[in-house]
């Protein structure tokens, strides 16, 4: 057994950066290379890829820029590569590699992960329901919900990192993986290299939480940071994570020397609360992970230590995502400048709205069952929150989003944008786009559950062929709801600061629900922090966008070993992700809006800053 496992992360997404692997491969030290590249939009652009090309429906851009130029060095090195590229064509991956090394005359046992695309069995699973929450956890005897949509674009189950670990005890230098949740592609080398068994769940966790820090790439190296200006060397040689796992499950977040970026225990720890919901229960496959009394602690310059990860049984069942058609959008962005821009932009917007509206009930097309209107710069995100100057300023791009079952009616829509420049306000400028807007469909997420026994695994290697059995009993066991508990303060004479003097946040998205990671910059902060971040007081500061406004609802969990907080607000993206015409569908700016926020604290505290 190796004293460690050293891996790199080169992808957080299909598009990212493909520099990353080089950079990695040729200065990381690695053992394993990793990449994430599929989002639950991302299934539904390669199903329709797959439709129109049989022979297509993958992340081509691993197999073409990435693999092909650094097999050479791959091989020689002996690294291994593990990647979901496999989107829904995973065969068709695995061919393409495979069809690479070949021309190259480079021998390369690549294996492929199958069983996650359900959608050729929907017939099967018609009877399931759609998830509200994000969890994985139905409630208690649940048999309500919005049924399984009839048209579907995808459907896919997110497994986990045992068949990894199969596909590399076969012997497999690349293993090529559909849907399968992402931390799996860290766990999974590390199931293989340790031995780990599939009950040993404190492992089972550390493993996930190191594959759940690297999943989103720079993110945990400095990018997306509040403290950005600390970032050494700038972000145009970012370096690209890697974690050291020991055989006890702990590890160790660096990058390679001589990059750009930044690894902190707060841009590790940023990271470590991104996109997780309940902190106790973050429900993986193989594992529950429990990351309250994760610690972290700077081992060096650009290493930072995890230790205290906690790990329990897993649900019986797999979360499923499906995609299907939800209506048309249309979406057009113009510039407009001068006094009163914001102004003069949502006067022109509505207008162009109202004109098409007027034709459509004309035409007996019927109205949009969608509108979005958003003056950016003019700080509208922030709703009531806005400082006053924002209105004045003396420019803005407009956007304006439209959403419609008739793709007739959307390009009614296209054809008024261009009117506004002639017959509306003045200043309208810098249209974008370089020609009118075309409709696009609109991705629905579907989220359900199916159970582990229901959905048969199987790993292909070469040209050997094998099923892969998963414990299918789960045993997980949901956490009970936390007591809001606010910390007694006296705050008489106190002063107020600004969220942003006393921690730093990240915010992210789980389908429609906004999550928020709020850290304090020191313990003796942190009674504050809760003492001001009541679950109430959220509500009211992000009541704008909350389903349901100031009684839509919002979770605080309290992580001790990192003096953190996680909050989800529910319902809070207007559908989420492609399914959202808002400007910030994935609640990306949510944290940077917390920053803001006022926070009474002594005078004591503050002397001693």
């Known amino acids: 057994m190796k004293s460690s496992v050293r891996i790199g992360g080169a992808s957080a997404f299909w598009g990212d950066t493909n520099t990353a692997a080089a950079q990695l491969v040729r200065k990381g030290n690695i053992d394993y290379l990793v990449f994430d590249y599929l989002a639950e939009i991302t299934m539904s652009i390669l199903a329709a890829k797959r439709m129109k090309d049989p022979k297509d429906g993958y992340a081509t851009d691993f ?76 409630p208690q005897g649940a048999t309500q919900g919005k ?21 590399l005890d076969a012997g497999a230098e690349v293993v090529i993986t559909g849907r399968c949740v992402d931390s799996a592609v860290v766990l999974g080398p590390l199931m293989h290299e340790f031995g780990w068994a599939e009950d040993d769940y404190p492992r089972l966790a550390a493993g996930s939480i190191a594959g759940h820090i690297i999943e989103c790439g720079a993110q945990c190296t400095g990018g997306n940071f509040t403290d950005w200006e600390l970032v050494q060397a700038g972000y145009a040689d970012m370096g690209f994570p890697i974690v050291e796992v020991e055989p006890s499950g702990e590890f160790v977040v660096s ?32 594992v529950s992970c429990d990351f309250t009394q994760v610690r972290l602690t700077q081992a060096g310059p650009d290493r930072v230590r995890v230790s205290g990860c906690q790990g329990s049984a897993p649900t019986a069942s797999y979360k499923v995502s499906a995609t299907y058609p939800a209506g048309m ?28 509206r007027r034709q459509l009930l004309e035409q007996k097309l019927g109205d949009f069952s969608g509108v979005d209107i958003h003056c950016i710069g003019a700080e509208e995100s922030y709703g009531p929150h806005a400082r006053p100057g924002a209105a004045a300023t003396r420019e803005v791009v407009v956007k304006i989003a439209v959403q419609h079952p008739n793709p007739k009616a959307l390009k009614l829509f296209a054809r008024e944008i261009a009117q506004a420049a002639t017959g509306m306000a003045p200043g309208f400028t810098g249209y974008f786009g370089g020609g009118r807007p075309e409709p696009h469909m609109i991705p629905k997420l579907f989220s359900t559950l199916v159970p582990k026994a229901q959905v048969g695994i199987e790993v292909v290697v070469g040209e050997q062929r094998f099923p892969v059995s998963v414990p299918t009993a789960g045993g997980h066991v949901a956490p009970a709801e936390e007591p809001e508990l606010t910390p007694v303060l006296d705050l008489t004479d106190a002063v107020s600061l ?10 992210g998205d789980k389908g429609d629900h906004a999550n928020i990671g709020v850290i304090a910059r020191k313990p003796e902060y942190l009674p504050y922090i809760e003492s001001a971040l009541s679950t109430a007081a959220l509500r009211r500061y992000f009541a704008h966008v909350l389903a349901g406004g100031e009684q839509g609802r919002v979770q605080r969990w309290r992580l001790p070993g990192s003096d953190s907080l996680n909050f989800l607000l529910h319902h809070a993206l207007g559908n989420g992700g492609a399914a959202s015409l808002r400007t910030d569908p994935q609640g990306k700016a949510f944290a940077q809006m917390l920053l803001d926020f006022p926070v009474p604290v002594s005078r004591a505290l503050v002397a001693a800053q």
Do not use: W
């Not at 009839?150 to 997110?158: E, G, I, K, Q, R």
């Not at 225990?265 to 940023?270: I, S």
């Not at 600004?498 to 915010?507: C, G, K, T």
């Open 147 to 167: 049924p399984l949509p009839p048209t579907l674009v995808s459907m896919n189950a997110y497994l986990g990192a045992i068949p990894i670990a199969r596909a």
């Open 329 to 356: 959008r249309c979406a057009a962005l113009f510039m407009i400048g001068g006094i009163d821009a914001a102004r003069k932009g949502r006067a022109s917007a509505s207008a162009v709205v109202e004109k098409v």
């Open 498 to 507: 600004p969220l942003i003097r006393l921690a730093l946040a990240r915010s």
């Open 255 to 286: 990058k390679p020397e001589g990059t750009g970026g930044l690894v902190s225990v707060h841009t590790v720890l940023e990271q470590m609360l991104y996109e997780i919901g309940d902190p106790r229960a973050y429900l993986l496959p193989d």
């Open 63 to 138: 197999v073409e820029h990435v693999m092909a130029p650094l097999l050479p060095e791959l091989k020689s090195r002996g690294i291994k590569v593990v990647a979901n590229a496999g989107g829904v064509n995973p065969l068709a991956c695995k061919e393409a590699l495979e069809a690479v090394a070949a021309k190259a005359g480079i021998a390369l046992k690549v294996a492929v992960v199958l069983g996650d695309d359900l959608l050729p069995r929907r017939k099967e699973f018609a009877s399931a329901v759609e998830l509200d929450d994000f969890s994985g956890i139905p």
